[in-house]
Each structure stands twice: as structure tokens, then as C-alpha cells.
């Protein structure tokens, strides 16, 4: 079983919808909950990153985490076709080394 | 502030040959730089923690003969693909921390072995 399972799509979305992305993870030592957004052929983007159960926005963005069920999720409202990309999540912890989901490549239709 | 460097951001060499590629933190000292690896279509592959002035900590399964990383300072780590093949071709990506969570990530680099 990997340590982080994301279904890897792709997502297909119309401009203005909302993207819903999860990953659902195993090792309850997992502190550290991060959402990357990565163009083709670049380095991946934080976004977000979160440490507490709960909700946390920024701008467009929420990233919700529950640790109890071990499932993080990224919601990006008002889609738009400049966030078509792939978004990774990615969880440490405090160790820094991070283990990576699939990756979901998610395209936003104008 | 938070950028890291990565330098070349492609790369096409010989068989046979060896390729070396920087990573450099350019506003914050670095307390660690990971070496990542990525496939066409897949995640990141963590291949070695990198550590000022201390030996690098390798992955299972990743050569630490044909990998070699040097951290000779807070601001930089080199990545030397020793010996390429084609089957070391891929796109390799650097990341570095500050004494925070965050991980902020280099461009990556194109490698093609010919």
C-alpha cells in the first residue's frame, strides 16, 4: 500500500465550477499536509500547506484535512483555465521528506 | 523571498558520460535539499536527503555511487549522475527547506542520455 494514494484522473472541469482533489493517506505520523500545483515540465508550486484538522482558505483555495480518517482535500472555487495543471499533495512528518500522491491533472475548459 | 535555483534546466549527454546539476537556494539559507525524481506522468520519487557538510542520506534503491550529491554549503547542493545511461533519463527536481514545513522546489532538470 503507498503511504499516499491520489487518484491521478484527469479531471475535467467547466470555467467557474468548482475542482474537488483528495488523497487519503496511512501513517497516522503524518503532520504536515501540502498541496502542490505543478505546470508540465516545471518544478512543483506550494499552494497551501496545513498542520490541523480542519479548513484552511486562500483566496480560491481551501485545503481541508481530517485527521481521524486520514483524508486531505484541495477545493478550488471559480475555476479558471489558468489553473489547469497537475496538483499534487504532499505530507511529512517533521522529518521534511515528503511522500508524494499520484498527482491529479485537472484541466479547466474556457 | 523562498527561491531555489536549478541549473541547467535541460541537459542531452552521452552514454557513458557524467552530468552535474545545481541546486541553489537563492534568499534563505537551506538546512536541507531533497533530490527528487520524476517519470513522464508520475509523482516524485525522493532519491536522497542532502545535509551541509555531511554525507547524503539515499533512498532504498537509489545508487548512491552513481548519484552523487555534494552539499558544500547552506546555499547549494550539486547532483552528479556518474556513468549515464538512457534509462537515467528523466526529469530530476531539487527541493529545500528553511527550518519550516514548507519544501520550495527548484525548476527541475531535463536529463536525456543518448
Known amino acids: 500500500q503507498k503511504e499516499v494514494e491520489q487518484d491521478p484522473g484527469p479531471l475535467s472541469v467547466p470555467e467557474g465550477a468548482i475542482v474537488s482533489l483528495n488523497c487519503t493517506y496511512s501513517?497516522?505520523?503524518?503532520?504536515?499536509f501540502m498541496w502542490y500545483r505543478q505546470y508540465s515540465r516545471k518544478g512543483p508550486e506550494l499552494l497551501m500547506y496545513?498542520?490541523?484538522?480542519g479548513n484552511k482558505e486562500d483566496g480560491r483555495f481551501t485545503a481541508q484535512v481530517d485527521k481521524s480518517s486520514k483524508y486531505i482535500s484541495l477545493f478550488i472555487r471559480d475555476s479558471q483555465p489558468s489553473d489547469s495543471a497537475t496538483y499534487l499533495c504532499?505530507?511529512?512528518?517533521?522529518?521534511?521528506?515528503?511522500?508524494f500522491g499520484a498527482g491529479t491533472t485537472v484541466t479547466v475548459r474556457a | 523571498g523562498a527561491v531555489v535555483s536549478q541549473h541547467p534546466s535541460r541537459v542531452i549527454c552521452k552514454s557513458g558520460t557524467s552530468v552535474k546539476i545545481e541546486c541553489r537556494s537563492l534568499?534563505?539559507?537551506?538546512?536541507?535539499m531533497f533530490w527528487y525524481r520524476q517519470f513522464p506522468k508520475q509523482s516524485l520519487m525522493l532519491m536522497a536527503t542532502?545535509?551541509?557538510?555531511?554525507?547524503?542520506?539515499?533512498e532504498q534503491g537509489v545508487e548512491k555511487d552513481k548519484f552523487l550529491i555534494n552539499h558544500a554549503s547552506l546555499t547549494l547542493s550539486t547532483l552528479t549522475v556518474t556513468s549515464a545511461h538512457p534509462e537515467d533519463s528523466s526529469f530530476y527536481i531539487c527541493?529545500?527547506?528553511?527550518?519550516?514545513?514548507?519544501?520550495?522546489f527548484g525548476q527541475g532538470t531535463r536529463l536525456t542520455v543518448v
Open positions: 527541493s529545500a527547506n528553511r527550518g519550516e514545513p514548507e519544501a520550495f
Open positions: 501513517n497516522s505520523a503524518f503532520q504536515y
Open positions: 496545513t498542520y490541523s484538522s
Open positions: 504532499a505530507i511529512h512528518s517533521n522529518d521534511y521528506k515528503l511522500s
Open positions: 534568499d534563505f539559507q537551506a538546512t536541507t
Open positions: 542532502s545535509n551541509e557538510g555531511s554525507k547524503a542520506t539515499y
